[in-house]
Protein backbone atom coordinates (compact mmCIF):
# COMPACT_ATOMS: atom_id res chain seq x y z
CA UNK A 1 0.00 0.00 0.00
CA UNK A 2 2.89 2.32 0.74
CA UNK A 3 4.37 1.77 -2.82
CA UNK A 4 1.18 3.56 -4.40
CA UNK A 5 2.21 7.42 -4.99
CA UNK A 6 2.09 9.31 -2.21
CA UNK A 7 4.17 6.66 0.23
CA UNK A 8 4.31 8.20 4.02
CA UNK A 9 6.43 5.48 4.71
CA UNK A 10 10.32 6.62 4.73
CA UNK A 11 11.59 3.82 5.99
CA UNK A 12 15.34 4.79 4.77
CA UNK A 13 15.67 8.09 6.69
CA UNK A 14 16.45 5.71 9.69
CA UNK A 15 20.09 5.49 8.04
CA UNK A 16 20.53 9.39 7.32
CA UNK A 17 24.17 10.43 9.04
CA UNK A 18 24.02 13.71 11.82
CA UNK A 19 26.03 15.35 13.49
CA UNK A 20 26.48 14.26 16.91
CA UNK A 21 27.36 15.66 20.27
CA UNK A 22 26.85 19.33 19.22
CA UNK A 23 28.79 21.81 18.07
CA UNK A 24 32.03 20.25 18.57
CA UNK A 25 30.98 17.25 16.93
CA UNK A 26 29.74 18.85 13.88
CA UNK A 27 33.07 21.00 13.70
CA UNK A 28 34.66 17.71 13.59
CA UNK A 29 32.02 15.35 11.66
CA UNK A 30 31.21 13.10 14.50
CA UNK A 31 28.24 11.46 13.74
CA UNK A 32 25.68 9.92 15.77
CA UNK A 33 26.93 6.38 14.10
CA UNK A 34 30.42 7.06 15.92
CA UNK A 35 28.61 7.69 19.25
CA UNK A 36 27.34 4.48 18.71
CA UNK A 37 30.80 2.85 18.04
CA UNK A 38 31.92 4.41 21.13
CA UNK A 39 29.04 3.09 22.87
CA UNK A 40 29.90 -0.53 21.57
CA UNK A 41 33.65 -0.10 22.51
CA UNK A 42 32.67 1.30 25.99
CA UNK A 43 30.15 -1.56 26.19
CA UNK A 44 32.48 -4.68 25.21
CA UNK A 45 34.97 -3.11 27.55
CA UNK A 46 33.14 -2.37 30.46
CA UNK A 47 31.67 -6.21 30.46
CA UNK A 48 35.32 -7.21 30.78
CA UNK A 49 36.84 -4.82 32.55
CA UNK A 50 33.79 -4.70 35.10
CA UNK A 51 33.03 -8.51 34.80
CA UNK A 52 36.49 -9.47 35.34
CA UNK A 53 37.25 -7.39 38.60
CA UNK A 54 36.19 -9.64 41.38
CA UNK A 55 38.67 -11.98 39.55
CA UNK A 56 36.96 -14.93 41.41
CA UNK A 57 37.82 -19.02 41.47
CA UNK A 58 34.04 -19.83 41.00
CA UNK A 59 32.45 -16.92 38.51
CA UNK A 60 29.62 -14.95 39.06
CA UNK A 61 27.33 -14.29 36.29
CA UNK A 62 28.97 -11.06 34.77
CA UNK A 63 32.32 -12.70 35.09
CA UNK A 64 31.09 -15.76 33.50
CA UNK A 65 29.37 -13.79 31.25
CA UNK A 66 33.00 -12.31 29.89
CA UNK A 67 35.20 -15.85 30.43
CA UNK A 68 32.59 -17.02 27.59
CA UNK A 69 32.99 -14.11 25.13
CA UNK A 70 36.64 -14.58 25.45
CA UNK A 71 36.27 -18.51 25.32
CA UNK A 72 34.24 -18.46 22.36
CA UNK A 73 36.59 -16.32 20.65
CA UNK A 74 39.81 -18.14 21.69
CA UNK A 75 38.14 -21.50 20.23
CA UNK A 76 36.81 -20.12 17.38
CA UNK A 77 40.34 -18.73 16.58
CA UNK A 78 42.56 -21.88 17.65
CA UNK A 79 39.95 -24.53 16.10
CA UNK A 80 39.54 -22.55 12.56
CA UNK A 81 43.50 -20.75 12.11
CA UNK A 82 44.97 -23.45 14.41
CA UNK A 83 47.13 -23.37 17.06
CA UNK A 84 49.00 -19.69 15.39
CA UNK A 85 45.30 -18.40 16.12
CA UNK A 86 46.10 -17.17 19.63
CA UNK A 87 48.05 -14.64 18.07
CA UNK A 88 44.86 -12.90 15.92
CA UNK A 89 42.62 -13.69 18.91
CA UNK A 90 42.48 -9.85 20.36
CA UNK A 91 41.87 -8.81 16.46
CA UNK A 92 39.48 -11.55 16.11
CA UNK A 93 38.06 -10.75 19.48
CA UNK A 94 37.97 -6.58 18.55
CA UNK A 95 35.85 -7.10 14.67
CA UNK A 96 33.59 -9.85 16.87
CA UNK A 97 31.96 -7.64 19.89
CA UNK A 98 32.76 -4.30 17.97
CA UNK A 99 29.84 -5.77 15.12
CA UNK A 100 28.15 -7.53 17.73
CA UNK A 101 27.42 -4.96 20.22
CA UNK A 102 26.63 -2.20 17.54
CA UNK A 103 23.97 -4.68 15.75
CA UNK A 104 22.89 -5.17 19.53
CA UNK A 105 22.81 -1.40 20.26
CA UNK A 106 20.73 -0.99 16.52
CA UNK A 107 18.06 -2.76 17.57
CA UNK A 108 16.80 -0.66 20.34
CA UNK A 109 14.18 2.14 19.42
CA UNK A 110 16.08 5.61 18.17
CA UNK A 111 19.42 4.19 18.07
CA UNK A 112 21.04 4.46 15.03
CA UNK A 113 23.12 0.85 13.56
CA UNK A 114 26.46 1.90 12.59
CA UNK A 115 26.63 -1.35 10.69
CA UNK A 116 24.23 -0.69 8.49
CA UNK A 117 26.18 1.62 6.45
CA UNK A 118 27.99 0.07 3.44
CA UNK A 119 30.96 2.51 3.93
CA UNK A 120 31.47 1.31 7.34
CA UNK A 121 31.49 -2.61 6.87
CA UNK A 122 33.44 -1.82 3.64
CA UNK A 123 35.76 -0.53 5.73
CA UNK A 124 35.78 -3.25 8.21
CA UNK A 125 35.69 -5.59 5.73
CA UNK A 126 39.19 -4.21 3.66
CA UNK A 127 40.74 -4.06 6.91
CA UNK A 128 40.34 -7.81 7.02
CA UNK A 129 41.18 -8.34 3.26
CA UNK A 130 44.35 -6.14 3.95
CA UNK A 131 45.61 -8.17 7.32
CA UNK A 132 45.00 -11.31 5.93
CA UNK A 133 46.70 -10.60 2.41
CA UNK A 134 49.61 -9.09 4.95
CA UNK A 135 49.50 -11.97 7.07
CA UNK A 136 50.29 -13.85 4.06
CA UNK A 137 52.39 -11.99 2.58
CA UNK A 138 55.00 -11.72 6.07
CA UNK A 139 54.30 -15.57 6.18
CA UNK A 140 55.01 -17.04 2.86
CA UNK A 141 56.54 -14.41 0.97
CA UNK A 142 56.06 -14.58 -2.88
CA UNK A 143 55.39 -17.90 -2.04
CA UNK A 144 51.91 -16.36 -1.60
CA UNK A 145 50.97 -16.02 -4.89
CA UNK A 146 50.85 -19.83 -5.67
CA UNK A 147 47.78 -19.59 -3.88
CA UNK A 148 45.70 -18.51 -6.64
CA UNK A 149 47.36 -21.32 -8.83
CA UNK A 150 44.98 -24.77 -7.99
CA UNK A 151 47.14 -27.67 -7.74
CA UNK A 152 46.76 -30.24 -10.59
CA UNK A 153 44.99 -28.13 -13.12
CA UNK A 154 45.88 -28.59 -16.97
CA UNK A 155 48.18 -25.87 -18.25
CA UNK A 156 45.77 -24.66 -20.71
CA UNK A 157 42.80 -24.00 -17.88
CA UNK A 158 45.88 -22.35 -15.96
CA UNK A 159 45.49 -18.51 -16.63
CA UNK A 160 41.67 -18.96 -16.80
CA UNK A 161 41.78 -20.14 -13.40
CA UNK A 162 44.15 -17.81 -11.95
CA UNK A 163 41.94 -15.42 -13.06
CA UNK A 164 38.66 -16.58 -11.47
CA UNK A 165 41.43 -17.30 -7.99
CA UNK A 166 42.01 -14.10 -8.09
CA UNK A 167 38.56 -12.35 -8.58
CA UNK A 168 37.35 -14.57 -5.75
CA UNK A 169 40.15 -13.60 -3.63
CA UNK A 170 39.02 -10.11 -4.10
CA UNK A 171 35.76 -10.79 -4.24
CA UNK A 172 36.08 -11.34 -0.21
CA UNK A 173 35.55 -7.37 0.27
CA UNK A 174 32.70 -7.25 -1.30
CA UNK A 175 30.90 -10.41 -0.09
CA UNK A 176 32.18 -9.67 3.96
CA UNK A 177 31.09 -6.08 3.76
CA UNK A 178 27.60 -6.28 1.45
CA UNK A 179 26.43 -9.64 3.82
CA UNK A 180 26.65 -7.41 7.06
CA UNK A 181 25.35 -3.98 5.29
CA UNK A 182 22.40 -5.55 3.82
CA UNK A 183 21.26 -7.95 6.36
CA UNK A 184 21.22 -5.16 8.99
CA UNK A 185 19.99 -2.33 6.37
CA UNK A 186 16.96 -5.31 5.34
CA UNK A 187 16.06 -6.19 9.25
CA UNK A 188 15.78 -2.37 10.04
CA UNK A 189 14.12 -1.39 6.82
CA UNK A 190 11.13 -4.03 7.48
CA UNK A 191 11.43 -2.83 11.13
CA UNK A 192 10.27 0.57 10.16
CA UNK A 193 7.44 -0.50 7.62
CA UNK A 194 5.84 -2.59 10.28
CA UNK A 195 6.23 0.46 12.66
CA UNK A 196 5.01 2.85 9.79
CA UNK A 197 1.88 -0.13 9.12
CA UNK A 198 1.02 0.01 12.92
CA UNK A 199 1.05 3.89 13.32
CA UNK A 200 -1.05 4.56 9.75
CA UNK A 201 -3.12 1.59 10.28
CA UNK A 202 -3.78 2.58 14.16
CA UNK A 203 -4.94 5.83 13.00
CA UNK A 204 -6.83 5.02 10.10
CA UNK A 205 -10.35 4.11 12.22
CA UNK A 206 -11.59 1.29 14.13
CA UNK A 207 -11.44 -1.05 11.00
CA UNK A 208 -8.03 -0.96 10.59
CA UNK A 209 -7.07 -1.64 14.80
CA UNK A 210 -6.59 -5.57 14.00
CA UNK A 211 -4.34 -5.34 10.87
CA UNK A 212 -2.56 -3.00 13.00
CA UNK A 213 -1.95 -5.21 16.12
CA UNK A 214 -1.06 -8.04 13.47
CA UNK A 215 1.79 -5.48 12.20
CA UNK A 216 2.46 -4.84 16.10
CA UNK A 217 3.08 -8.74 16.24
CA UNK A 218 5.30 -9.43 13.39
CA UNK A 219 7.19 -5.99 14.40
CA UNK A 220 7.89 -7.86 17.82
CA UNK A 221 8.63 -10.72 15.72
CA UNK A 222 11.14 -9.08 13.29
CA UNK A 223 12.66 -8.18 17.31
CA UNK A 224 13.25 -11.17 17.33
CA UNK A 225 14.42 -12.15 14.34
CA UNK A 226 16.32 -9.36 14.47
CA UNK A 227 18.80 -10.60 17.34
CA UNK A 228 19.27 -13.66 15.68
CA UNK A 229 20.16 -11.82 12.81
CA UNK A 230 22.63 -8.97 14.62
CA UNK A 231 24.29 -12.60 16.65
CA UNK A 232 24.78 -15.05 13.20
CA UNK A 233 25.73 -11.79 10.58
CA UNK A 234 28.58 -10.93 13.67
CA UNK A 235 29.55 -14.61 14.05
CA UNK A 236 29.61 -15.07 9.96
CA UNK A 237 31.91 -12.05 10.06
CA UNK A 238 34.18 -12.75 12.80
CA UNK A 239 34.27 -16.59 11.25
CA UNK A 240 34.74 -15.64 7.60
CA UNK A 241 37.81 -13.54 8.88
CA UNK A 242 39.26 -16.53 10.69
CA UNK A 243 38.87 -18.96 7.81
CA UNK A 244 40.94 -16.28 5.19
CA UNK A 245 43.51 -16.19 8.23
CA UNK A 246 43.74 -19.65 8.30
CA UNK A 247 44.02 -19.60 4.27
CA UNK A 248 46.44 -16.70 4.78
CA UNK A 249 48.69 -19.20 7.44
CA UNK A 250 48.44 -22.12 6.01
CA UNK A 251 47.70 -21.11 2.20
CA UNK A 252 44.95 -24.17 1.44
CA UNK B 1 7.81 -2.26 -0.99
CA UNK B 2 10.20 0.12 -2.49
CA UNK B 3 10.86 0.96 -5.52
CA UNK B 4 14.22 0.73 -6.81
CA UNK B 5 15.04 3.97 -8.26
CA UNK B 6 13.80 5.47 -4.92
CA UNK B 7 15.93 3.22 -2.92
CA UNK B 8 18.97 4.14 -4.75
CA UNK B 9 18.16 7.95 -4.18
CA UNK B 10 17.02 7.91 -1.02
CA UNK B 11 19.44 5.58 0.50
CA UNK B 12 22.03 7.58 2.66
CA UNK B 13 24.49 5.04 2.76
CA UNK B 14 25.15 6.03 -0.51
CA UNK B 15 25.41 9.54 -0.29
CA UNK B 16 28.66 10.40 -0.48
CA UNK B 17 28.63 13.81 -1.32
CA UNK B 18 27.91 13.90 2.24
CA UNK B 19 31.21 14.25 4.47
CA UNK B 20 29.94 12.33 6.90
CA UNK B 21 29.48 9.17 5.04
CA UNK B 22 33.26 9.47 5.12
CA UNK B 23 34.09 10.89 8.45
CA UNK B 24 32.44 8.15 9.93
CA UNK B 25 34.86 5.75 8.47
CA UNK B 26 37.45 8.04 9.83
CA UNK B 27 35.99 8.14 13.34
CA UNK B 28 35.18 4.40 13.11
CA UNK B 29 38.88 3.78 12.33
CA UNK B 30 40.23 5.68 15.40
CA UNK B 31 37.20 4.26 17.72
CA UNK B 32 38.18 0.73 16.59
CA UNK B 33 42.19 1.34 17.07
CA UNK B 34 40.94 2.66 20.81
CA UNK B 35 39.06 -0.26 21.30
CA UNK B 36 41.84 -3.09 20.06
CA UNK B 37 44.60 -1.21 22.13
CA UNK B 38 42.24 -0.88 25.18
CA UNK B 39 41.16 -4.58 24.47
CA UNK B 40 44.29 -6.35 23.72
CA UNK B 41 46.85 -4.45 26.36
CA UNK B 42 44.21 -4.27 28.97
CA UNK B 43 41.02 -6.44 29.30
CA UNK B 44 41.53 -9.64 27.19
CA UNK B 45 44.49 -10.06 29.77
CA UNK B 46 42.89 -10.02 32.60
CA UNK B 47 40.49 -12.50 31.51
CA UNK B 48 43.19 -14.44 29.95
CA UNK B 49 45.27 -14.29 33.71
CA UNK B 50 41.98 -15.30 35.31
CA UNK B 51 41.44 -18.64 33.04
CA UNK B 52 44.78 -19.46 33.12
CA UNK B 53 45.03 -18.87 36.84
CA UNK B 54 42.03 -21.08 37.29
CA UNK B 55 43.17 -24.00 34.68
CA UNK B 56 46.84 -24.00 36.81
CA UNK B 57 44.51 -24.29 40.14
CA UNK B 58 42.77 -27.08 39.08
CA UNK B 59 45.21 -28.80 37.00
CA UNK B 60 47.08 -28.50 40.42
CA UNK B 61 44.35 -29.55 42.79
CA UNK B 62 43.99 -32.66 39.48
CA UNK B 63 47.84 -33.80 40.76
CA UNK B 64 46.83 -33.44 44.26
CA UNK B 65 44.42 -35.68 43.85
CA UNK B 66 45.89 -38.11 41.90
CA UNK B 67 48.90 -38.79 44.29
CA UNK B 68 46.50 -38.79 47.68
CA UNK B 69 45.12 -41.49 45.40
CA UNK B 70 47.97 -43.36 44.95
CA UNK B 71 49.16 -42.62 48.70
CA UNK B 72 45.89 -44.42 49.69
CA UNK B 73 46.40 -47.06 47.41
CA UNK B 74 49.46 -47.94 48.63
CA UNK B 75 48.45 -47.11 52.35
CA UNK B 76 45.22 -49.89 51.39
CA UNK B 77 47.77 -52.70 50.13
CA UNK B 78 49.63 -52.35 52.84
CA UNK B 79 46.38 -53.02 54.93
CA UNK B 80 45.50 -56.15 53.03
CA UNK B 81 49.11 -57.23 53.09
CA UNK B 82 49.12 -56.98 56.88
CA UNK B 83 45.58 -58.17 57.51
CA UNK B 84 46.47 -61.46 54.65
CA UNK B 85 50.03 -62.15 57.10
CA UNK B 86 48.20 -61.56 60.40
CA UNK B 87 45.68 -64.45 58.82
CA UNK B 88 49.27 -66.48 57.90
CA UNK B 89 50.42 -66.00 61.12
CA UNK B 90 47.67 -66.70 62.91
CA UNK B 91 46.66 -69.94 60.96
CA UNK B 92 50.60 -71.09 61.36
CA UNK B 93 50.03 -70.74 65.00
CA UNK B 94 46.44 -72.56 65.37
CA UNK B 95 48.14 -75.61 63.31
CA UNK B 96 51.44 -75.71 65.43
CA UNK B 97 49.00 -75.59 68.39
CA UNK B 98 47.01 -78.17 66.60
CA UNK B 99 49.88 -80.32 66.16
CA UNK B 100 51.71 -79.97 69.60
CA UNK B 101 48.35 -81.10 71.12
CA UNK B 102 48.26 -84.14 68.70
CA UNK B 103 51.66 -84.77 69.29
CA UNK B 104 50.67 -84.57 73.44
CA UNK B 105 47.97 -86.75 73.03
CA UNK B 106 50.00 -89.23 70.76
CA UNK B 107 52.83 -89.51 73.38
CA UNK B 108 50.35 -89.73 76.39
CA UNK B 109 48.30 -92.79 74.59
CA UNK B 110 52.14 -94.17 73.60
CA UNK B 111 52.89 -94.28 77.37
CA UNK B 112 49.17 -95.55 78.64
CA UNK B 113 49.40 -98.45 75.78
CA UNK B 114 53.13 -98.90 76.71
CA UNK B 115 52.06 -99.48 80.75
CA UNK B 116 49.13 -101.70 79.98
CA UNK B 117 51.46 -103.36 77.14
CA UNK B 118 53.59 -103.87 80.69
CA UNK B 119 51.14 -104.83 82.69
CA UNK B 120 49.56 -107.28 80.41
CA UNK B 121 52.81 -109.06 79.94
CA UNK B 122 53.29 -109.10 83.58
CA UNK B 123 49.84 -110.34 84.06
CA UNK B 124 50.35 -113.29 81.79
CA UNK B 125 53.95 -113.85 82.63
CA UNK B 126 52.42 -114.23 86.26
CA UNK B 127 49.80 -116.78 84.94
CA UNK B 128 52.32 -118.67 82.58
CA UNK B 129 54.14 -118.96 86.12
CA UNK B 130 51.08 -119.92 87.94
CA UNK B 131 50.32 -122.36 85.09
CA UNK B 132 53.56 -123.96 84.89
CA UNK B 133 53.69 -124.05 88.98
CA UNK B 134 49.79 -125.87 88.89
CA UNK B 135 51.91 -127.74 86.02
CA UNK B 136 54.38 -129.17 87.85
CA UNK B 137 52.11 -129.93 90.96
CA UNK B 138 50.23 -132.12 88.42
CA UNK B 139 52.83 -133.86 87.40
CA UNK B 140 53.79 -134.73 90.97
CA UNK B 141 49.82 -135.36 91.92
CA UNK B 142 49.66 -137.88 88.79
CA UNK B 143 52.62 -139.58 89.85
CA UNK B 144 51.96 -139.68 93.66
CA UNK B 145 48.51 -140.42 92.96
CA UNK B 146 49.50 -143.66 90.47
CA UNK B 147 51.90 -144.79 92.61
CA UNK B 148 49.23 -144.82 95.31
CA UNK B 149 46.87 -146.89 92.90
CA UNK B 150 49.83 -148.90 91.64
CA UNK B 151 50.93 -149.58 95.34
CA UNK B 152 47.16 -150.50 96.13
CA UNK B 153 46.31 -152.45 93.06
CA UNK B 154 49.43 -154.60 93.10
CA UNK B 155 50.71 -154.24 96.62
CA UNK B 156 54.19 -153.35 95.64
CA UNK B 157 55.57 -150.08 94.93
CA UNK B 158 55.98 -149.44 91.37
CA UNK B 159 58.92 -148.72 89.24
CA UNK B 160 59.80 -145.13 90.03
CA UNK B 161 60.83 -144.97 85.96
CA UNK B 162 58.54 -146.41 84.70
CA UNK B 163 56.24 -144.51 86.34
CA UNK B 164 57.50 -140.83 85.17
CA UNK B 165 58.00 -142.42 81.46
CA UNK B 166 54.02 -143.46 81.63
CA UNK B 167 52.82 -139.94 83.58
CA UNK B 168 55.03 -137.97 80.63
CA UNK B 169 53.68 -139.60 78.17
CA UNK B 170 49.70 -139.26 79.61
CA UNK B 171 50.67 -135.57 80.56
CA UNK B 172 51.89 -135.02 76.41
CA UNK B 173 49.16 -136.69 75.10
CA UNK B 174 47.11 -134.48 76.82
CA UNK B 175 48.88 -131.32 76.14
CA UNK B 176 50.05 -129.93 79.26
CA UNK B 177 53.15 -131.70 79.48
Known sequence: ?252 | MLPAAAMAEGMPQMDFKNPLTISQVVWGAIIFIVLYILASRFALPKVGAVLEERAAHIARDLEAAQASKVKADAGSAEAIAAVAKARAEAQAAINAALESAKDAAATQAATLNARLEKQLADAETQIAGARAQAMGALRQVATETAATVVTRLTGRAPDQQRLDGAIGAALTARGVG
Open chain 1, 1 to 252: MAAEGHSSIDALSQFALEPALGAIGHSVNFTQANLMMVAASVLVLALLWIGMRPRAMVPGRLQAAAEMCYETVMSMCTEQIGHEGKKFFPIVFCLFFFILFGNFIGVFPYFFTFTSHIAVTLALSSFVFILVTAVALERHGLHFFSYFVPQGIPAVLAPLMVLIEVISYLSRIISLSVRLFANMMAGHVMLEVFGSFVVMLGGAGALYLFPAGLSLVVNVALIGFELLVATLQAYVFAILTCIYLHDAVHLH
